[in-house]
């Protein structure tokens, strides 16, 4: 560059002489009348020093004509350099236009250069367009006449590189292009791309932009240019807005002939917010302005939904519902050009964090809802921020980068305004429950009360303030939300902010929960140091506040509540010592007076309870009675940690009683009081996090076992006592249940110390862990598997915590704590529901769950086949691999981009899995491809082999024969090391059994004991096969008694395993009697079992085993007459003989039983019976062990999952088997059914008809709309005790459960015929397949639901969208064939046969800037547009009587969608194709209602490339279908709805496909 600025400085002053004298030529600046006056310039850089003379500028032309012909230096600098210097010629100087006319005539030259070659590959130099762009330049001085005339270069060249464009190589030839195409960039379409969008919209922006900038400066001066009196500004307004009409093809000869859209013109002009609110747009630009956002906003109804205010449900809704549509950064530029209203109707984050909130998420999964909105909104602000021009001059407009602490604030307000909502509502709900106006004295006092205690009759609804409590405490205490702001905004829910309520204002407004929430806060040591005692010391204002908010009428009216209403008293007493002048607190603060004659109850309640913790009274610490509950929990309002303290004395008493449990002498533990569960519920919260830290530190958390303190001292061991007292760890459950917020962090402890322990498993086994830690490894698995999987089941990293276990199920070789283990680890797999516990199996760089209680940061995961398969156990990878084909069918993996489904079903175990054709038969496709093709069938050992085996090593003897030579156990020891020959042990043991004689136990057992634990699962699979081979010859007489024996009587084989090996998958159950024969034997017919099958049922276990105050004493009573063993050690310790060598350590037994580790085994079983199609076995089974499923801890889910699988399988479509089904894995007063369904479980008829479902779907919309209904039966477990506490979750599971019972019902005619056909290749399974989607199709059902649907008489106020929204839900919860798949598939019948859709818009010429600025167009109104009712808001156009189908139909369709996932987007492509292929699309409005339904989902098509390019294709396939029939299209003229689908390609292409083959793709299509 340097080297070509000094060779034209050293031609120009060689030849200055030679120059002619300069003709004055005024082309460019003809527009002015004033005579041209030379001055010198002393602004600014330059690069040359020029005089006025024209022949200046001729050898700027020819040096620059000769530089770039020369080849020595590239055009595009050599132009920068020309430009530069015609930019410093003097403004007034007639030069200047000489320079002008020399540029245009070099841009000439290179267009005729650029088109000779367009064609040509390698040529030197850059583009046109680079080119092009370097006269922007000339706009940056701000001088009138240098601006004016760089305006009518540009547009002399843009329309000589138009005419060559559009009409090959000269301008005046046909155009190579239809006339009238309004296409984004048709340039890069035809190839001559000489003018590319970019460059087009980067000259418009700074043409734009500078025009803005001189608006303020240039504006008053006016120009000679007599009666016009138009400003110098308004002569460049005019001429830019000549060039834009050059570049939207509307001026002469570029007419019908664009280089942009309207879209991005509409795009480039809209400065932003910052500019119009500063006020420096002029009436022209701002009218300019206001048409661009005008039809941003058209633009942005057709791509946002005007009815997407969609619930974020809590493990229902999938991965990408929590980025929504409204957050996007594509979206960001239309969204903004939203109404308030219009915007208010979608998600937001306030509505997402008040929906997890309401439904009890995990703390985790609300800081990720908050951190993916956060992300996303900083994308969005940086989209809109870099789209957005803001001068120098706004105030303000220096953007600001946000600090952690403005971080921290958002986050808290956001939490605080939910709360505020949730607790507002809470209030408002208990307040319409109660009678607050009927005074105590007019009643007698209630049955459950004393003269110290006041308890209404329904307390149920005090469950919603302790669980909002718990919340509350949990945000203030780990300074999410600070304590002032809680206290200042409760303030203001009595007392609003600029309202006219005063201090004596509404009583109703008032109420003590508001106090009582606040001193729930008190117990926190910082708030009661910090703010709390700064006020007291102080001012008093809250201490003031808090009197204010008192509502004196409540605590003496019929529904007074005692914990509640003592609350400002409690408070009072709690900080009494910091209260300065107690005296005269009274006269600082009137409205104490009101509530003083009250304290004495305080005072009384302390007195009592006193006396009683002296006396060791244990009534009032065992909370038995409600009333006694209630005192207690009084208590703890104002005693700091009194009644934690004295609760875990109860617990752990000082004095010394050793209880045994039943492992043994060796597991001691000391004997304490059990605390009910309604005093747990109810003392507050800072008690609740108090007992529970106790008992960690004291019980749970020390790898030295239980620890006591006595008489001051440090805690300690002590002797003689091993274990925790059982009701120790039913306290630990009970607390975490009914305060999850709050002591969360000690969960999230013992899953780290878990996952140590685990780790250490690897560098030493076992071996490496002290006998404490055994049994606190032992009693953690117990608590988890036992009690705590409905806590998982919810947990924000339930999926990843099969990492805290994976070195654990290889390494253990303590029989008994495997035996937990691998229970545990059953379950935990069977929890899993969502994708994200695919991406844990793929995930190897998980080191546990982040102990940081608040804004845990998101972890990036690389997914990565591990290298060892995660189980060694076949039953565990089994059960994995199903759990895993169960997500897949139910969630998909759409929301897992990257995931390899096939590396995760391959590192599962070490061999590939084999499947009988029964099980392929009910995988989603591509489970089943992958194991088709990878699988291998396992053969079944003959006999005859076992035979020659036994016969070549006749050490095998020893088994059987106790005076068998001497070496013979060693020798069989040292055989089955060997990992190949361990499967064959236990047949050649069966087969020597066979012939009669009892085993030799301690032989057995010493060869048992080197098998690993986790191998166990596949010898007895071995073994299960090898007997089944032999029923049909040895008789099931035999084989019966003997296998019983081997379970039960010695315990070689776990009775759990051999259900598992008849059952496992391998071997085709259908029509297979042998295998089903045992099947019936081993769980129906074993005499062992039975006997502990109606010891089980005599006993009687309850399912609300929180309630049971029985249960360790059925228990025990159990484990007496059926003593659990774990080291085949059971007949010798029946027969006394001594045990050698001596069992492992015995680990201490709370829950864990035979019929505990049976249950998830025969939760995989029952699948597996579905399958085989036996339908009398598979009822016999339920109804036998359905008592079974009281242990169980989440048997609706199971009920749900087990349904959703199989929903298509004959063996379901019965009657009988839908009741037993029900009946054994429902507890039926657990559950709130609707009566119809109550009613057939029970024996009855049951019918669907529209009041049916009109009934469902309100109860759906009344859970996501966060209303609080009493429960409808009064029996009904307290919220956080049910198995889903999710009340729109739990909702939404029990009318899946209803529908889909009513599906089978409803299939039961044909189901006959379908028991017959056994499909066994995929082929059959396709067609299988194919058939079931058109008997969904055929559903009455769903067809009924439809209509409801789409019937607004049947959404009743407030909130019709709502019930929209609710069967948008409901049909991606169901199977998609039932409901989703038909609902979108009706999309054909709306837009083939809605009349509204098939009228044709109003017709209107394109817009002309021009034309525009004319000052008798800028007043006139723009009509409505014909279709506008079809694309409102649904609740807008029932507002305004203007409901319809299309529009109902769209918004129903939009929530199906955003619930939905690929599955249901293949649909949607089909549909569409369909339409365009039946050539029956006739309208523009019909084109764009099918735009309109894949503008929200555009963000997530994208991702998926070629149904997006389906999509597209198939869309512009229907624009051309559509066009010919308008007959109003032409040059000049288009239509509004043309003119919305055009900016809809524009945005999909500008937003979602820069630079991508798919638009190019979609517009050959």
């Avoid at 030069?95 to 250069?113: N, T």
């Avoid at 025009?211 to 400066?217: G, Y």
């Avoid at 139909?1449 to 292929?1477: D, K, P, Q």
């Amino acid at each position: 560059m340097d080297k070509l600025v000094q060779y034209l400085l050293d031609v120009i002053q060689s030849s200055y002489q030679d120059l002619e004298y300069l003709v004055p030529c005024g082309s460019f600046l003809g527009l002015f009348d004033e005579r041209p006056i030379k001055r010198t310039r002393t602004d600014g850089p330059r690069v040359f020093e020029f005089d006025d003379s024209e022949s200046t500028c001729n050898s700027i032309r020819h040096l620059t004509l000769t530089a770039i012909a020369s080849g020595t230096m590239p055009a595009v600098d050599v132009l920068r350099v020309v430009v530069d210097a015609v930019r410093n010629i003097h403004d007034a100087s007639a030069v200047l236009d000489i320079g002008f006319r020399s540029l245009f005539e070099i841009y000439q030259k290179r267009l005729s250069f650029h088109c000779a070659n367009r064609y040509t590959t390698g040529v030197v130099g850059g583009t046109f367009g680079e080119e092009y762009l370097i006269l922007t330049k000339l706009f940056e001085l701000h001088r009138p006449r240098t601006w004016v005339a760089a305006v009518r270069l540009v547009s002399m060249v843009t329309k000589s590189a138009i005419g060559i464009m559009y009409g090959g190589t000269t301008p005046g030839e046909a155009p190579s292009l239809s006339t009238g195409t309004h296409a984004a960039s048709l340039s890069e379409i035809s190839g001559i791309n000489f003018l590319p969008e970019a460059v087009c919209r980067e000259t418009i922006r700074v043409v734009w932009r500078l025009l803005l900038d001189s608006a303020a400066t240039e504006r008053q001066p006016a120009s000679v240019l007599g009666s016009a009196r138009r400003t110098r500004w308004q002569i460049r307004f005019d001429a830019t807005l000549e060039l834009f009409d050059c570049f939207v093809g509307r001026s002469g000869q570029c007419l019908g002939r664009p280089l942009v859209s309207y879209y991005t013109v509409a795009r480039e002009l809209d400065p932003g917010a910052a500019v119009a609110e500063s006020g420096l747009l002029t009436d022209e630009m701002q009218a300019i302005v206001d048409l661009c956002f005008a039809r941003k906003r058209r633009l942005g109804r057709i791509l946002l939904p005007p009815d997407g205010s969609w619930p974020l449900i809590s493990h229902a809704s999938r991965a990408h519902t929590v980025k929504h549509v409204y957050d996007q950064p594509a979206y960001a530029l239309v969204r903004d050009s939203l109404t308030f209203e219009e915007t208010e109707r979608g998600p937001s984050a306030n509505k997402y964090v008040a929906d997890l909130l309401y439904q009890r998420a995990p703390t985790d999964e609300i800081f990720a809802a908050i951190r993916n909105h956060r992300i996303t909104k900083k994308k969005a602000m940086a989209a809109v921020a870099n789209d957005s021009y803001v001068p120098n001059r706004v105030p303000g407009s220096v953007a600001v980068e946000e600090s952690v602490d403005a971080e921290k604030h958002e986050v808290a307000q956001l939490l605080l305004e939910a709360m505020a909502q949730r607790i507002e509502q809470t209030v408002r709900y208990i307040q319409r429950q109660c009678d607050f106006e009927t005074l105590l004295n007019e009643r007698k006092l209630n049955d459950n009360s004393d003269a110290s205690m006041i308890v209404p009759r329904n307390i149920q609804y005090w469950e919603h303030m302790n669980e909002i409590a718990d919340q509350l405490y949990y945000f203030v205490l780990f300074d999410a939300i600070p304590y002032k702001a809680v206290h200042e905004r409760l303030y203001s829910l009595v007392f609003p902010k600029d309202s006219d309520i005063q201090a004596g204002g509404s009583m109703r407004r008032r109420d003590n929960s508001y106090i009582w929430l606040l001193l729930q806060l008190f117990h926190i040591e910082k708030v009661a140091a910090g703010p709390i005692r700064a006020d007291l010391a102080g001012d008093e204002d809250m201490l003031d506040q808090l009197m204010q908010m008192y509502n004196e009428q409540q605590i003496v009216s019929k529904d007074a509540f005692y914990v509640r209403d003592l609350a400002l008293q409690a408070a009072m007493s709690h900080q009494q010592e910091k209260i300065s002048d107690n005296q005269g607190v009274k006269f600082r603060h009137p409205r104490m007076a009101v509530a003083m004659p009250f304290a004495a109850v305080v005072f009384r309640l302390r007195q009592e309870f006193g006396r009683w913790f002296r006396e060791e009274r244990p009534e009032l610490l065992a909370g038995d009675t409600v009333c006694r509950a209630m005192k207690t929990a009084a208590v703890s309002q104002f005693r700091q940690y009194a009644v934690p303290n004295a609760l875990y004395t109860f617990l752990v008493p000082p004095r010394e009683a050793i209880g045994q449990l039943p492992s043994g002498p060796l597991t001691t533990y000391q004997q304490g009081g059990r605390i009910s569960t309604l005093l747990l519920d109810n003392i507050n919260v800072g008690g609740k996090h108090r007992l529970l830290q106790l008992v960690y530190k004291m019980m749970l958390a020390h790898e030295m076992g239980p620890q006591f303190q006595v008489d001051g001292r440090p805690p300690a061991a002590r002797d003689g006592i091993t274990c925790v007292s059982p009701h120790v760890v039913d306290t630990v459950y009970r607390l975490l249940y009914n305060a999850p917020y709050s002591n969360e962090l000690m969960m999230k402890e013992v899953l780290e110390k878990l996952r140590r322990c685990d780790e250490a498993m690897v560098r030493g086994g076992v071996a490496r862990l002290a006998a404490p830690t055994l049994r606190w490894l032992y009693t953690v698995y117990q608590l988890m598997n036992c009690r705590l999987l409905r806590f998982f089941k919810y947990y924000a990293h339930a999926s990843h915590l099969v990492h805290h276990l994976r070195h654990s199920l290889v390494h253990v070789t303590h029989r008994q704590l495997y035996g937990s283990l691998e229970c545990f680890a059953l379950c935990l797999v069977n929890l899993q529901h969502d994708v994200g516990f695919l991406q844990a199996l793929l995930d190897p760089g998980y080191h546990g769950v982040s102990l940081e209680p608040v804004r845990p940061e998101a972890r990036p995961v690389r997914y990565s086949k591990p290298a060892v398969a995660w189980f060694a156990c076949a039953m565990l990878a089994r059960n994995a691999a199903v759990v895993i084909a169960r997500i897949v069918a139910m969630r998909g993996l759409g929301d897992a981009p990257g995931l390899v489904l096939e590396d995760c079903l391959a590192s599962l175990a070490l061999q590939s899995l084999a499947w009988a054709p029964a099980v392929l038969r009910f995988l989603p496709r591509p489970v089943r491809a992958y194991y088709a093709r990878a699988s291998s069938a396992e053969s079944v050992v003959a006999a005859a082999d076992v035979r020659r085996l036994i016969d070549a090593r006749p050490e095998h003897r020893a088994l059987v024969d106790a005076g068998a030579a001497p070496g013979s156990e060693a020798a069989l020891v040292a055989l089955y090391a060997d990992a190949r020959h361990r499967p064959l042990f236990l047949l050649t043991l069966w087969e020597l059994l066979l012939e009669g004689p009892r085993p030799v136990i301690p032989v057995v057992r010493r060869v048992l004991l080197a098998f690993p634990p986790s191998q166990m699962s596949a010898c007895t699979a071995a073994l299960v096969d090898y007997i089944a081979a032999a029923v049909d010859d040895v008789g099931l007489g035999t084989v019966g008694p003997l296998l019983d024996s081997l379970m039960f009587t010695f315990r070689f084989v776990q009775h759990e395993h051999v259900v598992f090996g008849l059952v496992r998958g391998v071997h085709d159950l259908r029509g297979d009697t042998a295998r089903l024969a045992l099947v019936r034997h081993v769980l129906l017919g074993s005499v062992e079992f039975v006997a502990r099958l109606a010891e089980w049922q005599r006993l009687d276990f309850q399912g609300r085993y929180w309630a049971d105050v029985d249960h360790w004493r059925k228990q025990e009573a159990y484990l007496a007459r059926f003593p659990e063993y774990f080291e085949y050690e059971a007949q010798l310790v029946k027969d006394g003989v001594p045990v050698d060598p001596p069992p492992a350590l015995p680990l201490p037994i709370y829950y864990e039983t035979a019929m505990v580790r049976l249950l998830p085994v025969l939760e995989f079983a029952l699948g597996r019976l579905i399958e085989a199609e036996d339908r009398l076995l598979l009822c016999d089974v339920l109804d036998r062990l359905g008592i079974l499923y009281r242990l169980h801890q989440v048997p609706l889910t199971t009920l749900m999952n087990t349904l959703f699988v199989f929903f298509d399988a004959p063996a379901l479509h019965d009657p009988t088997v839908m009741r037993s089904l029900a009946l054994s894995l429902l507890d039926m007063t657990q559950q709130s059914f609707t009566p119809e369904f109550t009613r057939f479980v029970a024996g009855g008829d049951w019918s669907v008809d529209a009041g049916y479902v009109c009934r469902m779907l309100a109860r759906i919309s009344r859970a996501i709309a966060r209303h609080l209904r009493r429960p409808e039966k009064d029996a009904l477990p307290e919220s956080h005790y049910r198995e889903i506490p999710n009340p729109i979750l739990l909702v939404l599971t029990e009318c899946v459960v209803e529908l889909l019972t009513w599906w089978c019902l409803h299939q039961a005619p044909a189901s006959e015929a379908r028991l017959l056909a056994r499909p066994e290749s995929e082929a059959e399974f396709r067609a299988e397949e194919a058939a079931r989607t058109k008997r969904a199709a055929a559903w009455p059902v769903a067809r009924l639901w439809l209509d409801i649907a789409m019937d607004p008489a049947a959404h009743p106020p407030p909130s019709g969208a709502t019930y929209i929204h609710s069967t948008g839900l409901l049909a991606n919860v169901l199977p998609d064939e039932l409901m989703a798949f038909p609902f979108v598939q009706h999309l054909t019948n709306i837009v083939l046969e809605e009349p509204v859709l098939k009228t044709i818009s109003r017709p209107k010429r394109y817009f002309s800037f021009v034309e525009f600025a004319l000052p008798a167009t800028f007043a006139q109104p723009s009509p409505l547009f014909a279709a506008t009712a079809v694309f409102n808001s649904y609740e807008q156009n029932r507002a305004r009587h203007m409901v319809n189908r299309p529009n109902t139909y769209l918004t129903l369709l939009h929530s199906i969608l955003h619930y939905g996932g690929i599955g249901t987007f293949n649909t949607l492509a089909e549909v569409i194709r369909g339409l365009v292929a039946s050539g029956q699309l006739c309208s523009d409005i019909q084109l764009l209602y099918l735009c309109a339904t894949v503008g929200p989902i555009l963000y997530r098509l994208k991702d998926h490339e070629s149904l997006y390019v389906q999509i597209l294709g198939d869309l512009v396939s229907a624009m051309a279908q559509v066009c010919p029939h308008i007959e109003s299209l032409d040059i000049d003229t288009s239509t509004d709805a043309v003119e919305q689908v055009m900016d809809f390609f524009c945005f999909v292409k500008d937003q979602f496909d820069p630079g991508r083959s798919a638009w190019r793709t979609s517009y050959k299509v």
